[in-house]
């Protein structure tokens, strides 16, 4: 059994102080080193919606044919639905005290969780990253003469200078970009709305229209797939709170700050999609902004700083959690050269088919997180200090979670509408746009509470005891 630490007495080495770096990884955070106020979570979800890639995520609207209500519509229900999920589960990072990751543990085993984690954070903090940075970087570029090389490198040592000192600091950033990129983005949304034309109705001669339920939930995906892509990393930021933390305002404010950034910002990108929608990122914000644009600009690379020291923080944390022999600052280092490198390969095409990967990431994604919070509720709560333990147990190396997972994800892969693959059944429920994530969790749901009733999966390759037997 792996070493984690337990409760402990004494003086926090840590606490809430923002002048030391970080000295927890993937361990239980002891009782006497738990602090803040669940409000935080609010600023710091936030800060982290409040990126380009939202508003960008939003001129799909006109391309759809949708018409402003229903584009609004389903930036609303899209994200609610992610928002709701995510708050939900970093609730449970106050309970357990550890980060998202090693929570996979739980339903999937201690070695089985490797492979979700390997490819649902890594993968998708290395992604993100990059395609937050390019569009900082080009921005960048439009103030000022440099090399795309060298814009990349000087964003990404101070987003990892962020990332290695750690949750404190980037909670504290994140406060503070919560101010300064509102008051930014609402210079950005009074002069957009210059653009705006409220009149624009259903369009069945857009290019990707579908008609009109399918393109909604399709374009509500798009919101969902966005906030569901956080999930894996839910907890990491919540896990330093005292476990007696109301795990309703834990959800209300995590979902609260997800929800408030993206309906903004994808809100506006619905109402100048008909404009915007025709040109790439940055030269359709310069447009909207006309002579503000280079506010608008230093607004697109101060936003990407604390989005993408999140997403460094929460890669080095599933290093650890599939044990590459690194502590977390090598592990952000790691993440964040291996970002930058996947930055330099798709510096003039963020939104290509990297996106379309990390879209398929998200079809992963629902499943897994389903998966995580029915384990959570209808197992791993009632088992208190046990739950803890579990999680850092070698001995339980392959539990059925990981089964259902993987069965959900097959299942969801024959409705995938992707340009990289498309399901063989994609097309049986076209009327109702991309179904993917509903199947991937009604999938999901259906297989884990298939094998619930049945004696641990561990416990068939040798061990047996009643600790297993009781906690399954």
């Known amino acids: 059994m792996t070493n984690h630490q337990p409760d402990q007495p004494g003086t926090p080495i840590y606490g809430s102080s923002v002048l030391r770096t970080e000295p927890f990884a993937t361990e239980e955070i002891p009782t006497t080193e738990r602090h803040g106020h669940p409000r935080q979570q609010f600023t710091l979800w936030f800060a982290a919606n409040m990126v380009l890639a939202v508003l960008v995520s939003g001129f799909f609207s006109s391309l759809f044919g949708l018409s402003v209500i229903q584009g609004l519509t389903a930036v609303a229900a899209g994200t609610l639905v992610g928002a709701i999920v995510m708050g939900l589960l970093a609730g449970i990072g106050t309970k357990l005290g550890v980060p998202q990751q090693v929570q996979g543990r739980g339903p999937m085993g201690y070695f089985a969780n490797f492979v979700p984690i390997a490819l649902l954070t890594i993968i998708s903090a290395i992604g993100w990253t990059a395609v937050n940075t390019v569009f900082a970087v080009i921005a960048l570029q439009t103030l000022i003469e440099v090399p795309f090389w060298i814009a990349a490198a000087v964003i990404f040592a101070v987003q990892a200078v962020f990332a290695i000192w750690g949750h404190n600091l980037i909670h504290m950033i994140n406060k503070v970009a919560t101010v300064v990129l509102a008051i930014l983005f609402a210079v950005i949304t009074v002069l957009s709305f210059q653009k705006v034309d409220f009149a624009v109705g259903v369009n069945p001669e857009a290019p990707f229209y579908m008609g009109d339920v399918a393109g909604w939930l399709t374009f509500a995906g798009f919101f969902f797939a966005y906030v569901m892509t956080w999930t894996p990393f839910a907890s990491d930021f919540s896990r330093y709170l005292s476990p007696k933390t109301s795990h309703t305002k834990v959800m209300a404010y995590t979902a609260g700050g997800s929800f408030a950034a993206m309906m903004w910002l994808g809100g506006i990108g619905v109402l100048v999609s008909s404009f915007a929608g025709e040109l790439d990122a940055i030269?359709?914000?310069?447009?909207?902004?006309?002579?503000?644009?280079?506010?608008?600009?230093?607004?697109?690379?101060?936003?990407?700083?604390?989005?993408?020291?999140?997403?460094?923080?929460?890669?080095?944390?599933?290093?650890?959690?599939?044990?590459?022999?690194?502590?977390?600052?090598?592990?952000?280092?790691?993440?964040?050269?291996?970002?930058?490198?996947?930055?330099?390969?798709?510096?003039?095409?963020?939104?290509?088919?990297?996106?379309?990967?990390?879209?398929?990431?998200?079809?992963?994604?629902?499943?897994?997180?389903?998966?995580?919070?029915?384990?959570?509720?209808?197992?791993?709560?009632?088992?208190?200090?046990?739950?803890?333990?579990?999680?850092?147990?070698?001995?339980?190396?392959?539990?059925?979670?990981?089964?259902?997972?993987?069965?959900?994800?097959?299942?969801?892969?024959?409705?995938?509408?992707?340009?990289?693959?498309?399901?063989?059944?994609?097309?049986?429920?076209?009327?109702?746009?991309?179904?993917?994530?509903?199947?991937?969790?009604?999938?999901?749901?259906?297989?884990?509470?298939?094998?619930r009733p049945l004696p641990a999966l561990s416990s068939l390759f040798g061990r047996k005891d009643t600790e297993l037997e009781y906690a399954n």
């Open 283 to 451: 030269p359709a914000l310069a447009e909207l902004t006309g002579t503000w644009a280079p506010v608008a600009m230093w607004t697109v690379v101060l936003s990407t700083l604390p989005v993408s020291a999140m997403n460094l923080y929460g890669g080095s944390l599933s290093l650890l959690t599939i044990r590459i022999p690194v502590n977390r600052i090598v592990g952000v280092i790691v993440i964040a050269a291996a970002s930058l490198g996947v930055t330099l390969l798709m510096q003039t095409n963020p939104y290509g088919s990297f996106y379309d990967f990390l879209l398929i990431l998200a079809y992963l994604v629902v499943p897994f997180s389903t998966i995580l919070l029915l384990d959570y509720y209808l197992r791993m709560r009632k088992l208190g200090r046990i739950a803890v333990d579990q999680l850092f147990d070698t001995r339980r190396g392959i539990e059925w979670g990981f089964v259902a997972w993987v069965l959900a994800c097959a299942f969801s892969s024959l409705f995938w509408a992707s340009t990289l693959y498309t399901g063989p059944l994609s097309s049986v429920f076209a009327d109702f746009g991309d179904v993917s994530y509903l199947a991937g969790a009604i999938a999901a749901v259906v297989a884990y509470l298939a094998f």
